[in-house]
């Protein structure tokens, strides 16, 4: 009965977050959550964990529940695709050639999507996708100037974005 409960709620939810809420948003609190539908706080966790897990919401520790920029439809962002892994996947040898990097100020739909405050600027990386030595991907890919601060084309080129990211935490 519990389960079929949660699941009542996450679609009450999720029904009211796309009409009722703008991305970014912050939801009432699980403690709020219990008292508007009068269910008990480990049934709204189990219906919020459920809706992150779909992309529809994200939560900031000591902050809240918001609305997510945009709904992934994809229930595990795990498997969403990765030109590296399915490359190797292949057997074949990938690598990334960086054409640009430049600071800007992103367009509002960018903003939305890195939660970004309206005067935030992103580095704007432009770079090529390779396979055996083959290009197959065209990429832009937008970097919050707070995360990567001073950054500079030398220093993605000598490893990957992930890589290059937890050096500098």
């Keep these: 009965m519990k389960s079929s409960l949660y699941k009542e709620l996450m679609n009450q939810l999720a029904s009211h977050i796309k009409k009722d809420y703008q991305p970014n948003q912050k939801l009432p609190s699980e403690r709020e959550l219990v008292d508007m539908f009068r269910v008990s706080r480990s049934t709204v966790r189990l219906a919020l964990n459920e809706l992150e897990e779909k992309g529809l919401i994200y939560r900031l520790h000591g902050k809240g529940t918001f609305v997510a920029p945009i709904f992934i439809k994809q229930p595990n962002l795990g498997s969403m695709y990765s030109f590296s892994s399915q490359m190797e996947g292949e057997g074949k040898e990938i690598s990334t050639k960086n054409i640009s ?7 509002k739909e960018i903003v939305l999507q890195l939660n970004l405050a309206p005067n ?24 919050p ?25």
């Design 120 to 143: 935030d600027q992103a580095y704007e990386l432009i770079r090529l996708r390779l396979a055996d030595g083959e290009p197959l991907v065209y990429n832009r890919t937008y970097l």
């Design 101 to 107: 990097l430049k600071l800007c100020k992103p367009e």
């Design 145 to 169: 100037e707070k995360i990567f601060s001073n950054l500079i084309l030398e220093d993605l080129n000598q490893g990957t974005l992930y890589r290059f990211k937890q050096y500098n935490e």
